[in-house]
């Protein structure tokens, strides 16, 4: 089909345009459809563009690559003309007459259909040139009265995106004659109100949205559409499912939230499915070919299980000569905790840098100070953030981070029990958190995948090769009116960078630190209630949660049971706090402690409400010992109340032994608090009327035995060292 000769004679030039053959239009064929656009460089948002165009095989022409960007922003003020300029160029040089000319944006443009669809919608249109639409006019309200109204739809002009004839766009664009920051919104917006100029070059509007969806200022009309392994985005205002979508002006944030989807990159049927490409393994390499990551530690507040922080450290699957590690702690409570862990194993590490409380730099001048180390390392390849308070259960999360070949990524973290995570899914309009329309169902698990976000927090990485490019600004975590990670955020948004975060694995949790106190010697003993995972990990038998399931409660004597239930390190830090309290009684038989002020068979002890440890303890009998006496002792039911608990302290040469007694109790828990043999000689309890006797208990076995009546007991004497047992008298 040659179009020149109809060019002086639109009205005849239109019917040629679509000549019918049995009442039907004569389909355009796809491979006259070019695709254009300008894109000065490869921005992650080029990329997102890019992969939905070669997902449905639009051929793409890119304009302007390596040159600089002289069009200015969409926020501070219109500009644009750089895209005009240099598509009048490139139409000079194509000569197919009957070529189809799609002009759009990229780095905020992803495709929701194919050529055929789109071709059709063209055609349908019956305009040689049709533009995308918006409700909003800009740049120049002044013009509103000038346009011609629409029977339905939208009625202004949108630039980001438009689709006609070769000959057609080249006359359009003709009379171009602007500087590279004047506006093409407002250039073309003049051709079209101009009823000559609309005219000759046959121009309308798609403004039911059917070709094309500009989000500014419509997007309570667009919504997710999932069928038959597939994603749209609908305009509900229209019931159209339009085929290219743009998020012009400031809905970058809502495109990048559809680009999550579309085209078909996460369905319900399939899942994620571009999780597994681009990726970079790291299987093939050797060590010290791994890249060097610079790992920044960031203590800023008394933190839970910092010891614990240590451990999985050590444990990292990643080689640990490959790391440089950045410490930044803020607070003097935990300097002995980082000194051991340094002095123990500090020179595994290729480098080792500790910024500490006496140099006085807040949070924000740490993490900046943090990535400049990496950015000035030639050979540092990432920088990763990690919190103290996050729990990094996953000794492959730095592989895996690596292995996912993004600019920021960041593994999904969230608080046990609760829906608060290390991402937000959207942002509110002054830019603090909005809950996205997935968020939750990402959350949950759901829905897995990699998702694009716009706030990421407490573990992340990022590559070094930005920090020395885009991410140059040394400030980046600085802002008189965000806190760090929103200022943090911010600024990677501006560059246009995209963050993302991964759910496709389970990474771990981040701990509660709202009611951490640091008055005690051991206080994560005290965090039963605050971070219960944590604190059962750290303090619980690891044999514990197989009692039932392995049977490994035994019956040492009649009605008596063993089982374990407290590790070694809450013996320790058990028995350590108490000793470190002091204030064991004299195993006198007055003793103001308790009510009455007199002890039958008094013990040289410390009480748990004396460290103000009753409340945990409680808890601790209500989750672990209940459960068991409920086993063993059926019908009966406890709510694990106690006026005694207690630690005892023999000694040879201060209370050996304890005379045979009842407890005053429904049942009685004796938990061994330290090892027979290692710590002390002798020692155990003896049950007068079965003549049974445990001499050997086992460090973190609790005895279960009923007080009242059938079991009068004794202790038997220690003959060396020091014997520390847990006693609780539950149900009095």
Known sequence: MRLSPLLLFPGIFVCALFPLTNGEEQRIPEEKLLVVTVATKETDGFKRFFHSAKHFNYTVKVLGEGEKWNSGDYMPAPGGGQKVRLLKAALEEMKDEDKIILFIDSYDVVFASGPKELLKKFQQARH???????????????????????????????????????????????????????????????????????????????????????????????????????????????????????????????????????????????????????????????????????????????????????????????????????????????????????????????DVKLVGPEEEIDQAASRNLGLDMCRKDKNCDYFFILDIEVVLENENTLTILIEQNLPVVAPMITRVGRLWSNFWGALSADGYYARSEDYV????????????????????????????????????????????????????????????????????????????????????????????????????????????????????????????????????????????????????????????????????????????????????????IAPITEKMYPGYYTKAQFELAFVVRYKPDEQPSLRPHHDASTFTINIALNQLGADYQGGGCRFLRYNCSIQAPRKGWAILHPGRLTHYHEGLPTTAGVRYIAVSFVDP
């Open 128 to 350: 040689t040139v049709v533009f995308s639409s918006e409700s909003l006019i800009w740049p120049d309200r002044h013009l509103e009265d000038k346009h011609p109204h629409v029977a339905e739809g939208n009625r202004f002009l949108g630039s980001g995106g438009f689709i006609g004839y070769l000959p057609n766009i080249k006359e359009m664009v003709a009379d171009w004659t602007g500087e590279d920051n004047d506006s093409d919104q407002l250039f073309f917006t003049k051709i079209y109100i101009d009823p000559v100029k609309r005219k000759s070059t046959n121009i309308t509007l798609d403004s039911k949205c059917r070709l094309f969806q500009n989000l500014h200022g419509a997007l309570d009309e667009v919504v997710l559409k999932f069928e038959d392994g597939r994603v749209r985005a609908r305009n509900m205002l229209y019931d159209t499912l339009p085929v290219v979508i743009h998020g012009n002006g400031p809905t970058k944030l809502q495109i990048n939230y559809l680009g999550n989807y579309i085209p078909d990159t996460w369905t319900f049927e399939t899942g994620c499915t571009v999780c597994h490409e681009d990726l970079h393994p790291l299987s093939a390499l050797q060590e010290s070919e791994y890249p060097l990551v610079v790992f920044g530690i960031f203590i800023q507040q008394p933190t839970p299980f910092v010891a614990v922080f240590f451990e999985r450290l050590l444990k990292l699957q990643y080689p640990k000569n490959r790391l440089k590690l950045f410490i930044y702690n803020q607070e003097t409570h935990h300097e002995g905790q980082i000194s051991s862990f340094l002095k123990d194993h500090g020179s595994l590490y290729q």
């Open 441 to 624: 169902d990402i959350v949950q698990g759901r829905r897995v995948g990699v998702w694009n976000v716009p706030y990421v927090s407490s573990v992340y990485l990022v590559k070094a090769s930005l920090l020395r490019s885009e991410l140059s600004d040394y400030e980046l975590f600085t802002s008189n009116l965000l806190d760090p990670d929103m200022a943090y955020c911010h600024n990677i948004r501006s560059k246009g960078i995209f963050m993302y975060v991964t759910n496709m694995h389970t990474f771990g949790h981040i701990l509660s630190t709202e009611n951490y106190q640091t008055s005690h010697l051991h206080n994560d003993l005290w965090q039963i209630f605050e971070n219960p995972v944590d604190w059962q990990e750290r303090y619980i038998h690891e044999n514990y949660t197989r009692i039932m399931k392995d049977k490994l409660i035994e019956t040492p004597c009649p009605d008596v049971y063993w089982f374990p239930i407290f590790s070694d390190v809450a013996c320790n830090h058990i028995v350590e706090e108490m000793e470190h309290n002091g204030r064991w009684s004299g195993g006198a038989n007055t003793d103001k402690r308790i009510q009455g002020g007199y002890e039958n068979v008094p013990t040289i002890d410390i009480h748990m409400n004396q460290i103000n440890f009753e409340k945990e303890w409680q808890k601790l009998l209500l989750e672990y």
